[in-house]
């Protein structure tokens, strides 16, 4: 057997994105028993599990909060709001669910615009009440160093909060973090044991993909941060699943941590439109 397995994934479907490290929800779901319970609802004789096709015909507002720095600047443009709003609702487009710019609300104080989680957070939202009630707020601050990413959000059940890097909220991580704020784990996360950061121990054959991995079957097993490639879209080789199996990473996928992500799968999107329906429809 070839001690390299070389795969070169080509994605003619969509245009290179370029990649940066997002940080995971905050606030994680128990994966494991909503899938359960979403499972238990495919096979119900009443068929109360959300079809393929599922439009929720639902805009939701954002307000962003956005800090200023020393010299009472926000250093983000109209342009780049709209240009977040913009590639949200792309790729949000195949369950109707649409994003629009609600307000857009300024935070003085500067020495929060280096964000440092565990001390800012819940002074923000609660003690300074920069947080709107029913809507998605999204705090965008210059530098992230607790945790040390471009953003991170909560999923469903936690706060309706996502924060982002003012750098970074434009392209893929808005719709990366959006993923996660309606339910959606990475691909390499491990449901059975509820850990966002894996290792998955998602077969490669996908026997066990109900179970494990993210627990989409439409989406590879995937071994990240083993693994490497000569570019962001490549993945040349890596380690095998517990049968030996070579794996074939959804380089491509928005859950993903690899660096050509441009799609969401179908069941990806049923889930994010079950975790509305079921968790998240008081947002409006």
């Known amino acids: 057997m070839r001690l390299k397995l070389i795969l070169l994934v080509i994605i003619t479907f969509c245009s290179f994105l370029s990649f ?93 615009n280096e964000w440092d989680k565990d001390n800012h957070e819940d002074k923000m939202t609660g003690n300074f009440n920069y947080f709107t009630e029913k809507t998605i707020n999204i705090y965008l601050v210059e530098n992230m160093i607790v945790p040390p990413k471009n953003g991170y959000a909560y999923g469903p059940g936690g706060k309706d909060l996502i924060v982002m890097k003012k750098s970074a909220f434009t392209g893929m991580t808005a719709v990366h973090e959006m993923g996660h704020f309606f339910g959606l784990p990475h691909t390499f996360a ?65 859950m993903s941590y690899w660096g050509c992500r441009c799609r969401f799968t179908q069941e990806q999107y049923n889930w994010m439109a079950y975790m509305y329906s079921t968790i998240r429809n008081y947002l409006h």
Do not use: W
């Open 20 to 112: 940066s490290q997002d940080c995971g929800s905050k606030l994680m779901p128990n994966y494991a028993a909503l899938r359960q319970q979403y499972n238990n609802q495919i096979a119900a004789p009443s068929g109360t599990l959300l079809p393929h096709d599922t439009c929720l015909n639902k805009k939701l507002s954002i307000v962003f909060y956005v800090f200023l720095d020393s010299l009472y600047q926000p250093n983000v443009t109209t342009g780049q709001y709209a240009a977040c709003i913009n590639i949200l609702n792309k790729y949000f487009k195949p369950i109707c669910l649409q994003f629009m710019n609600c307000s857009t609300k300024f935070i003085p104080e500067h020495e929060y």
């Open 190 to 254: 491990e449901i059975s044991t509820n850990s966002e950061d894996g290792p998955s121990s998602e077969l490669v054959n996908h026997s066990n993909c109900q179970i494990n991995g993210d627990g989409f079957c439409d989406t590879e097993a995937d071994p990240y941060s083993t693994g490497s490639g000569p570019s962001p879209c490549g993945f040349v080789y890596g380690p095998k699943d517990a049968n030996g199996q070579y794996y074939v990473p959804p380089v491509d996928n928005i």
